[in-house]
């Protein structure tokens, strides 16, 4: 932490006996406090985190026609808090809570306020729910890849934290980062989008601003009815016909209610600052109901042309959610899952499980192959070489991967397709060796996905969850040095 930083007393801990679990988590966050104080990551980030917030108020007060100067004092504030905000977001996604929980926590737990800077002997200012989700995402992907890039030369260049680590040796896998919508089914995004319209239709006419039409609850009644008509039809005998019956009563209901909410939001953007609502909150019912009153003939076309016209819709045009952008299908041919919804992961790490570097994709990859010669160049930018190997699966393999591998003399231990290869190439002991070490990587990306990674799965938008993979990546990197190390310690303390 910086020196111009001055920490407040602290309440200090009464020993606490007989809870080894206490202990053990007690041990964890003091040793990961020592990790982000000697490595400057904490003071990186609240640097710029006095950038962003001054970007911000600068902003706010120039819609106001106001200049905003940040003084002497609210800098030395803001980096305090900037120290603060990083090790709360840490807590949570060590912890997995939510903003609430967290607010909770860091009521009530004195270890956690301890860890997070917030433990003072007048009185424990603890951050807002909406406080802590600010603090996850102010910061641009950009400025979290300098915190990454920071960490990965302390460790693998200056050898900082452990003498023996060796980030040239790398082993990739792709994955694909679910998001929080149900399975799309076509009738149910129309069901969805009715709901969504009602919904911001109600908030108008409770403001005061009504046109004219009958009691928006009873459309959402008869939609209601209609989806269970729908689920009905699958049981009945001729079921095809029926169904198709049912969508037009639904195409006919849902144009009837987005006539009447496209004549709302007419009224409602002329006349909010009539009404109860700030100019925030009016904004977002107005950019609520326009979302959804442009993309519902969309959606009805599409229900269209899969259930009546029985025609078949390419990936590439099919809406599956209108709330989460940048959704793909994406064909995993795992047990669990066929297919997935969500965005493709590239994530290649090291021999002693650290990752090294990411590709978090916005649009659809078609091959794996393709996502491999970022990471040789994100390497290469931040070492000044290439990596010693590249280990993966056979997905992975292309001709033109294996020729960049030794133009680069880059080690090519990627899986070969061809069974009879594969067989001539497991006669090399160090591929051998290094297949063997490829094994335990699906534990490992599971691992990563379950415990790291839940922020991304609940985010919307293609940026929130970017962010989220950031946080997720370097708070595992931060979990897997804090444990290494104390494992380091006891090996000594023993010896």
Not at 196 to 223: D, Y
Not at 358 to 367: T, V
Not at 384 to 403: L, M, N
């Amino acid at each position: 932490m910086g020196s111009d930083i001055q920490p407040y007393l602290s309440v200090a801990n009464t020993p606490v006996t007989g809870s080894i679990d206490f202990n053990e988590f007690l041990n964890f966050y003091t040793k990961l406090d020592c990790v982000i104080n000697e490595s400057g990551l904490g003071h990186l980030f609240a640097l710029q985190f006095v950038s962003a917030t001054y970007a911000e108020k600068k902003k706010q007060y120039a819609q106001r026609g106001r200049e905003y100067i940040m003084s002497e004092k609210m800098h030395n504030a803001y980096l305090k808090e900037g120290h603060e905000a990083f090790r709360c977001c840490i807590i949570r996604e060590l912890e997995g809570l939510s903003y609430r929980k967290l607010n909770i926590a860091l009521a009530s737990n004195s270890t956690l306020q301890k860890f997070a800077l917030l433990d003072n002997i007048v009185e424990i200012n603890v951050p807002s729910k909406s406080t802590l989700q600010r603090y996850t995402n102010l910061l641009s992907c950009e400025e979290f890849s300098q915190i990454h890039d920071r960490f990965n030369v302390l460790l693998f260049k200056d050898k900082a934290f452990l003498n023996e680590a060796e980030g040239g040796d790398l082993y990739l896998d792709a994955t694909c980062v679910g998001v929080q919508m149900r399975y799309p089914v076509d009738w149910l995004l129309l069901r969805d989008g009715v709901r969504t319209m009602i919904k911001a239709v109600i908030l108008i006419r409770l403001a005061g601003i009504k046109c004219r039409m009958g009691n928006p609850k009873a459309f959402m009644s008869q939609m209601n009815g209609l989806c269970i008509k729908m689920a009905a039809a699958n049981r009945k005998k001729d079921a095809s016909r029926k169904r198709k019956a049912v969508l037009r009563e639904m195409k006919k209901l849902e144009k009837t209610i987005r006539n009447h909410a496209e004549s709302h939001l007419a009224v409602f953007e002329e006349s909010w600052d009539l009404t109860k609502y700030t100019q925030g909150r009016a904004q977002e019912i107005i950019d609520r109901l326009k979302k959804i009153t442009d993309i519902m003939p969309k959606v009805v076309s599409q229900a269209h042309e899969r259930i009546i016209g029985e025609r078949q819709v390419k990936n590439a045009d099919k809406i599956l959610s209108l709330y989460q952008e940048d959704v793909h299908v994406v064909t995993r041919r795992k047990a669990e899952s066929h297919n997935e919804f969500g965005s493709q992961l590239l994530i290649a790490e090291q021999a002693d499980g650290f990752i090294v570097d990411f590709n978090f994709e916005k649009e659809k990859i078609s091959n794996e192959s393709k996502m491999l010669p970022g990471t040789i160049e994100y390497y290469k930018s931040v070492f000044g070489k290439a990596p010693d190997s590249i280990t993966t699966d056979r997905g992975f393999s292309s001709p033109q991967v294996h020729e960049q591998l030794h133009n680069d003399k880059i080690y090519d231990a990627i899986c070969p397709k061809a069974p009879a290869e594969l067989q001539k190439r497991m006669e090399e002991p160090e591929f051998r060796q290094k297949m063997k070490r490829r094994g335990p990587n699906e534990g490992s990306i599971s691992i990563i996905k379950n415990n790291f990674l839940s922020g991304a799965k609940k985010a919307y938008s293609y940026d929130r969850r970017h962010k989220a993979v950031w946080w997720g990546v370097l708070v595992h990197n931060l979990t897997k040095l804090t444990k290494m190390l104390l494992e380091k310690e006891e090996l000594e303390a023993a010896a």
